[in-house]
């Protein structure tokens, strides 16, 4: 038994939870948050369907904690959470960092900070899926804007998180989790296992794509796996230098050395675009349609839409930053904003919105034409 | 006739005197001197009187071992088998 | 030439001894009991799974021959849950102390007791957090000195073992490094059961802990433990007796149930193996060589485990590499 196929008119969080039985995850742990809920009840009733395994745990340390250990004993698996819950994952999300766990984590953003707005959208962990966590990794983020790719990016997930044995989170909101879209759900789903090493090696040596092979308990690997920093055979060597230095260099370069393979962006009307709106998840769909409107109005604008919000798209960033004006719009006080300035190298313009209300065309049109 | 040979291991011996105490023979006895690490390692002053090396032969079993059992390093070699040499 | 080495040496990893435990420490002893009861009972070594925490009796995995999760501080417990549950047929051991488990951890400790989530828990208890320097723990004795409680500790210990029981675990007992012996038959008696088994064992600390409380050597503290530790039925005995105990600590079984383990309920028992074997191939990737070379390779690395002597132990530990090794054997 697999996942949901054909033509469906789902919610987003659905859409996730059949994504992730696509991309072949059969272990969830989770613990109930609003607006994310519906991923963990929607697994509870279909992991036992195809024969995978769905707990509630405790709380959100124990969930995340626990799908690091279902990895291990050969299981692809996941979480979903929001943003209370996201703070309390992130020492662990550190440690399969650093064990190179790939396990995939749903944040479906929602107001912050602390206990916030629960039942209204924002963008405002994004930062923190990249540095939440304490020392120096790399992880990868991803921004879906559409039932659809709440259902695509999902397995996209699922597949990076194995590619480059790195957690990956899916950076969703309120919106795009509770919204109701047609999705087309195909029957093939193209899926990437980590590729499993020969017994007896040095377990956390790297091939040439920074990325060690993997291992899965009760097979005789015998593998010692550490949060500890670790030489090459996983064994703790913490008062070496050269060794730390070594191992933490190689788990950042691991996703930025190979970013141009990972980095995705969608363009629209960038060509000649004299203003370029930056944005990503639910306000991204704003953004598009101001887009058609100034161009109805004789403005040049384009826009750039983040689907990797981490690792960033910079090059391209600064590409356009020599062409147009940029102007990024966000549901925080500035997160991607900073990495826009960082790459851009001029003054950017900045639309947030915090408060749940999402931008609206209107203003966004209003605010490009002041400019 | 070999006797069989108990060894402390020097490296492995932090000098902690556990088996110097549950030794119901009173096989070990504590060194005069620390070795080069600081450590007091035990020394085996009585093997003659160790149970597990004049029973087990005998039983087809390990008897005794108390002193493997309560050592934290790991440390005591117990050889039923093994020549009796000169240290 | 000695040939039969020490019992646990053929599972611990030789290239990484001397272990860092000081000496006297009661976790030694724990692993020696521990492993005696798993070669007795005949465990298939390679299902066995290690799950720790932060902490000094947390370092253990690290030096044994199995596969290892050596996790976050408190959290062994959860990630253990996901391991066990994911693939039924491991062996999963967690190995914990009491800080690591009934502070940070108490959470998870709580609730997989509850669940009876079918976990072995080993936990250490040397009543201080003994690797940061000696703290107090949740489990010091009342009035007893450690760096956080100059003035004596003024809070009330937790009794695990108890908690343990009153939550719903299969099994629990309680003993010390004093009697090995016990310690042993508990995990024997744990490993044949379902359910979540808690063995808790108090353990020497004399460098952090014990030194601050008059008794400053190992021998001194197993003399401590054997002179204040009073078994179960001999307890309730003397407290019909009106003998005053609250100075003593109380080991024994606690616990003893048989009771369906999380596993069980969720239908996750061996008869679902066909079901599972099918999903393999989806969740994790075949090795790429083909059967025959694997089967090869396991031979031969089971060989040399066979024939590896104390001798070759000793080499590899000094760093020697194969040839050097094959050199030395052929002299």
């Known amino acids: ?218 097979r005789g690997y015998g593998v010692h796996v550490t949060g500890l920093t670790h030489d090459e055979r996983g064994y703790p060597a913490t008062s070496d230098p050269a060794v730390h230095t070594r191992l933490v260099r190689r788990l950042v370069d691991k996703v930025e050395k190979n970013a141009p393979r990972i980095i995705r962006v969608e363009e629209h009307l960038t060509e000649d675009a004299e203003v370029v709106l930056i944005s990503y998840g639910a306000p991204s769909r704003s953004a598009l349609a101001a887009v058609r409107e100034l161009r109805e109005m004789g403005v040049r604008a384009g826009m750039l839409r983040l689907v990797t919000l981490f690792p960033f798209p910079c090059r391209r960033v600064r590409e356009l930053g020599e062409q147009a004006e940029l102007v990024v719009l966000e549901m925080n006080l500035g997160q991607m904003l900073r990495e826009v300035e960082r790459c851009a190298g001029r003054r950017v313009h900045f639309l947030p919105k915090i408060g749940g209300e999402l931008h609206t065309p209107q203003e966004v049109v209003r605010f490009v034409r002041k400019l | 006739m070999s006797m069989g040979r108990i060894r402390i291991n020097q490296r492995y011996c932090k000098g902690c005197g556990i088996c110097i105490e549950y030794c119901p023979m009173r096989v070990f006895e504590e060194a005069e001197e620390p070795n080069e690490r600081g450590y007091f390692i035990p020394v085996v002053a009585h093997p003659e009187r160790c149970t597990l090396l004049k029973v087990s032969r005998h039983l087809g079993r390990r008897a005794c071992g108390l002193c493997q059992e309560m050592c934290p390093d790991f440390a005591i070699d117990i050889d039923v088998h093994a020549e009796d040499e000169e240290e | ?230 078994a179960l039925h001999h307890a309730e005995e003397l407290e019909r007796q009106g003998v005053d105990l609250s100075a003593k600590v109380v080991v024994g079984e606690f616990a003893d149930r048989s009771k369906p383990g999380l596993v069980r309920r969720l239908g996750l028992v061996r008869e679902e193996v066909a079901e599972k074997e099918e999903e393999a191939p989806e969740a994790v990737a075949p090795a790429e060589e083909d059967e025959r070379i694997r089967e090869a390779r396991r031979r031969i690395l089971e060989a040399i485990e066979r024939l590896s002597t104390p001798r070759v132990r000793r080499m590899i530990e000094l760093g020697m590499d194969v040839e050097k090794i094959e050199e030395e054997l052929l002299k």
């Open chain 3, 1 to 230: 030439m000695i040939e039969e080495e020490h019992p646990s040496l053929r599972f611990l990893r030789a290239e990484r001894m001397p272990h860092i435990l000081c000496e006297g420490c009661g976790n030694g002893i724990v692993v020696n009991a521990m492993l005696e009861a798993m070669v007795e009972l005949g465990v298939d070594m390679e299902k066995v799974v290690f799950v720790s925490g932060i902490g000094c009796s947390s370092r253990i995995p690290g030096y044994l021959r199995f596969d290892s999760l050596h996790t976050t501080h408190g959290r062994p417990i959860a990630f253990a849950t996901g391991i066990k549950l994911a693939n039924p047929e491991l062996e999963v051991i967690v190995i914990t102390g009491d800080g690591d488990m009934a502070s940070i951890g108490g959470n998870h400790f709580l609730h997989a007791a509850r669940r009876n989530m079918d976990l072995l828990v080993i936990c250490s208890n040397n009543y201080n957090y003994g690797m940061t320097g000696g703290q107090a723990s949740p489990t010091t004795p009342l009035g007893w000195r450690t760096t956080t409680s100059p003035y004596g500790n003024a809070e009330p210990p937790m009794d695990i073992a108890r908690v343990a029981s009153a939550a719903g675990a299969n099994y629990v007992a309680r003993w010390s490094t004093a009697s090995p012996l016990q310690i042993k038959q508990a995990i024997k008696k744990a490993l044949r059961k379902e359910g979540f088994r808690l063995v808790e064992v108090l353990t020497q600390c004399p460098t952090v802990f014990g030194r601050r409380n008059r008794l400053r050597t190992a021998v001194e503290m197993l003399r401590w433990y054997r002179e204040n530790t009073v």
């Open chain 1, 1 to 218: 038994m697999s996942h949901l196929t054909g033509v469906r008119f789902l919610q987003g969080n659905i859409a996730c939870a059949e994504g992730a039985i696509a991309a072949g995850c059969r272990f969830f742990a989770g613990y109930p948050i609003t607006p994310s809920t519906e991923v963990a009840e929607w697994l509870a009733k279909r992991m036992p369907e195809v024969g995978g395994v769905f707990i509630q745990m405790e709380d959100e340390i124990a969930s995340v904690s626990a799908i690091v250990g279902a990895r291990w004993a050969g299981k692809k698996a996941m979480t979903a959470t929001s943003g209370p819950g996201f703070s309390l994952m992130m020492e662990t999300i550190g440690y399969a960092a650093m064990t190179e766990t790939p396990i995939v984590i749903v944040d479906v953003q929602r107001g912050g900070p602390s206990t916030g707005q629960p039942t209204l959208p924002a963008t405002g962990d994004v930062l923190q899926s990249r540095f939440g966590s304490h020392g120096d990794y790399a992880t990868i983020s991803l921004a879906p804007n559409s039932v659809q790719e709440m259902f695509d990016l999902t397995v996209e997930a699922f597949n990076l998180s194995e590619r480059y044995r790195v957690p990956v989170m899916l950076m969703a909101d309120e919106i795009v989790g509770h919204m109701r879209e047609k999705v087309v759900l195909p029957e093939e789903v193209e899926t990437f296992t980590a590729p499993l090493s020969r017994r007896g090696v040095k377990y956390f040596r790297p091939g040439r794509d920074l990325v060690p092979k993997m291992q899965v308990f009760g």
